[in-house]
């Protein structure tokens, strides 16, 4: 299991939860902020400190973003695991999903 961050991060990317990963697996996209599935070892500690709301764990994902767990996982098929969001900055891409939205902030 792991925790997914959705929507609400889309072109916010707050960044306290990375702040708060004592494992340094919060990866960050142009738009969006992203969990590594494998690097995550589901403390939670980042699921509080999130402004917006979300993050969710895996099971609690609200069905409306249901597709937000893939895109969390499909973000690292290239990147890999690098061991440390710390290690590689901010990436140039962004899932599809995140993409294809619209400009979330007014």
Same mark, same amino acid.
């Given at each position: 299991?792991?925790?997914?961050?959705?929507?609400?991060?889309?072109?916010?990317?707050?960044?306290?939860?990375?702040?708060?990963?004592?494992?340094?697996?919060?990866?960050? /996209?142009?738009?969006?902020?992203?969990?590594?599935?494998?690097?995550?070892?589901?403390? /939670? @500690?980042?699921?509080?400190?999130?402004?917006?709301?979300?993050?969710?764990?895996?099971?609690d994902?609200?069905t409306?973003?249901?597709?937000?767990?893939?895109?969390?996982?499909?973000?690292?098929t290239?990147?890999?695991s690098p061991? /440390?969001? @710390?290690?590689? /900055?901010?990436?140039?891409?962004?899932?599809?999903?995140?993409?294809a939205?619209?400009?979330?902030?007014?």
């Amino acid at each position: 299991m792991t925790y997914v961050i959705a929507l609400p991060c889309v072109d916010v990317k707050d960044r306290a939860c990375v702040d708060e990963c004592p494992v340094d697996c919060i990866y960050e /996209g142009e738009r969006s902020l992203y969990i590594h599935p494998d690097e995550c070892v589901d403390c /939670g @500690a980042c699921e509080p400190v999130c402004p917006v709301e979300a993050i969710y764990y895996e099971d609690d994902l609200p069905t409306v973003w249901a597709d937000y767990y893939r895109a969390n996982v499909d973000f690292f098929t290239e990147l890999g695991s690098p061991g /440390g969001a @710390a290690k590689t /900055g901010v990436q140039a891409f962004d899932h599809p999903l995140i993409t294809a939205l619209p400009n979330q902030v007014p």
